[in-house]
C-alpha cells in the first residue's frame, strides 16, 4: 500500500517527484541524466553502511548445518539499527570489540526430541521470525559479532533489496534495514562525502594543475 505522492523537492538541480510507503518502498522520478541516476543507485547498494554479523565464534554446532552455511544464514540476517551510530572497527581504539563499534551476542540452545526452530528473534533489533536452524536432539552454542560495514566491502551489508532505474528516470527503492527513504539521503550524503573527498585531494595534489598552467 502506497500512500502520498507527488511531493517535489530540490536535489541540486534535479527536480523529483516522490512517493514512498509504510513497507520501506520508496520510488521517484529524477530530472537527471542515466549517468546521475546510476550514481546514485550505486551509492544506495555500496555507500550505505549496516550493521551486519561479520564473526561467529561457535563452540558447539550438533546441527545438520555446516559451520559455514550456520554463519552466512547469520550474516544475512538483516539488523535494524543506524550504523552511523557505529564507528568502522578499523577506526576504534578497542583491542577487540566493544559497544561503539559492534553488537555482541550468544545463541545457545540443546533441543530434546521436539523440534526447536532457532529464529532471528534472538539477536537484537534483527528482523524478527527469520529461522536460522531447526534442532531434534541436537546442540548449538556460539557467539556472534555484528560490524559496521557497507555493501562494498559484502553483499550482507547493502541495505537495498530492489532498486530499478526504469526508462533511464524512475529510481525504485527496496529496504530492510531503514525505512527507503532514508537510503535515499543517506546515499546522497555518502556521494558528496566522496566528492568533497575528491575535491579536497585535487586540492592538494602536486598534479592538480589547471591545463593552462601547464607550460606550451
Ligand atoms: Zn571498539
Known amino acids: 500500500m502506497r500512500f502520498g505522492s507527488n511531493e517535489s523537492i530540490p ?10 510507503s509504510p513497507m520501506s518502498e520508496f520510488s521517484l522520478v529524477l530530472d537527471s541524466t542515466p549517468e546521475e541516476i546510476q550514481a546514485i543507485r550505486r551509492a544506495c547498494f555500496e555507500l550505505v553502511p549496516t550493521m551486519a554479523i561479520q564473526i561467529c565464534e561457535i563452540r558447539t554446532n550438533g546441527s545438520f ?3 559455514e552455511i550456520l554463519m552466512q544464514r547469520l550474516a544475512s540476517i538483516p539488523i535494524q539499527t543506524d550504523a552511523n551510530s557505529f564507528c ?6 578497542c583491542e577487540s570489540f566493544c559497544p561503539r563499534c559492534s553488537i ?17 528473534d534472538e539477536i537484537p533489533r534483527a528482523i524478527g521470525g527469520i529461522p536460522i536452524v531447526a534442532l531434534v ?4 552454542d556460539l557467539d556472534w559479532v555484528a560490524l559496521k560495514g557497507t555493501g562494498r566491502q559484502s553483499a550482507h551489508h547493502c541495505p537495498v533489496s530492489v532498486v530499478i532505474a526504469r526508462d533511464g528516470k524512475e529510481l525504485k527503492i ?8 532514508i537510503v535515499f539521503k543517506k546515499a546522497l550524503e555518502s556521494l558528496a562525502t566522496f566528492c568533497d573527498k575528491f575535491a579536497d585531494a585535487l586540492d592538494h ?5 589547471d591545463l593552462h598552467d601547464r607550460d606550451p
Request: some cysteine; glycine content about 6%.
Open 104 to 120: 555482541r551476542g550468544t545463541i545457545s540452545h540443546r533441543a530434546g526430541s521436539k523440534t526447536v526452530v532457532v529464529k532471528s
Open 174 to 181: 527496496e529496504s530492510i534495514h531503514y525505512p527507503a527513504k
Open 65 to 67: 548445518l555446516k559451520p
Open 88 to 93: 568502522f572497527k578499523e577506526e576504534c581504539e
Open 11 to 20: 536535489v541540486n538541480s534535479t527536480r523529483a517527484n516522490m512517493c514512498h
Open 205 to 209: 595534489t602536486s598534479n592538480g594543475h
Open 137 to 140: 536432539n541436537q546442540e548449538i
